[in-house]
T-cell receptor, first 113, second 120 residues
Framework: QKEVEQDPGPLSVPEGAIVSLNCTYS??????FMWYRQYSRKGPELLMY????GNKEDGRFTAQVDKSSKYISLFIRDSQPSDSATYLC?????????????FGTGTLLAVQP | GAVVSQHPSRVICKSGTSVKIECRSL??????MFWYRQFPKQSLMLMAT?????????EQGVEKDKFLINHASLTLSTLTVTSAHPEDSSFYIC????????????????FGSGTRLTVV
């Protein structure tokens, strides 16, 4: 079983739609959860990070962690064509240098104008 | 904000030659940098953790003699792919973790823009 599972998509939505992206993980010891956005042929860009269970909102983006279900989500409201990219979830046991990030495979999102 | 510069962005080399990729933290010091490899439509796979002034820590299955890492300063780490072969063709990405005490976030490492290596 992979440590992090993520549906690769592709996911296609019309502009203005609410997008839901999800990952599941297997190890309940993971404490830090991140979402990255990666445009084609570019490095990942950090969107959100959360610690333990709960919600975190930043503009049109909301990250949600449910540790009891080992399930993390990223919601994008009022999606825009510029949101078209690959979204990667990443998890870590801790926040420091000794705790490496484990990435999901990424979900390719296309927002149609 | 924290910026990581990676160079070159794209390189084509002949089989058997070596290629060096640079990763620089531009506006912060990074004691620790990470090197990843990404195949098309696949996730980032950590290759090694690079620590300034010490030997890199390689992940299982990564040949340390093939992928040489040097982290000689707090702002620069290099990855050298030695005797490259076509199967080494991939997208290589570095990330940097700010040294504590600089006021930068210790979470969500900053990534470079990646290097597309093609070995012919």
């Amino acid at each position: 079983q992979k440590e992090v599972e993520q549906d690769p998509g592709p996911l296609s939505v019309p502009e203005g739609a609410i997008v839901s992206l999800n990952c599941t993980y297997s190890n309940s010891a993971f404490q830090y959860f991140m979402w990255y956005r990666q445009y084609s042929r570019k490095g990942p860009e950090l969107l959100m990070y959360t610690y333990s269970s709960g919600n975190k909102e930043d503009g049109r983006f909301t990250a949600q962690v449910d540790k009891s279900s080992k399930y993390i989500s990223l919601f994008i409201r009022d999606s825009q064509p510029s949101d078209s990219a690959t979204y990667l979830c990443a998890i870590s046991l801790g926040g420091g240098a000794t705790n490496k990030l484990i990435f999901g495979t990424g979900t390719l999102l296309a927002v149609q104008p | 904000g924290a910026v990581v510069s990676q160079h070159p962005s794209r390189v084509i080399c002949k089989s058997g030659t070596s290629v060096k990729i640079e990763c620089r933290s531009l506006d912060f010091q990074a004691t620790t940098m990470f090197w990843y490899r990404q195949f098309p439509k696949q996730s980032l796979m950590l290759m090694a953790t690079s620590n300034e002034g010490s030997k890199a820590t390689y992940e299982q299955g990564v040949e340390k003699d093939k992928f040489l890492i040097n982290h000689a300063s707090l702002t620069l780490s290099t990855l050298t792919v030695t005797s490259a072969h076509p199967e080494d063709s991939s997208f290589y990405i570095c990330s940097a973790l700010p040294t504590p005490g600089q006021g930068a976030s210790n979470y969500g490492y900053t990534f470079g823009s990646g290097t597309r290596l093609t070995v012919v």
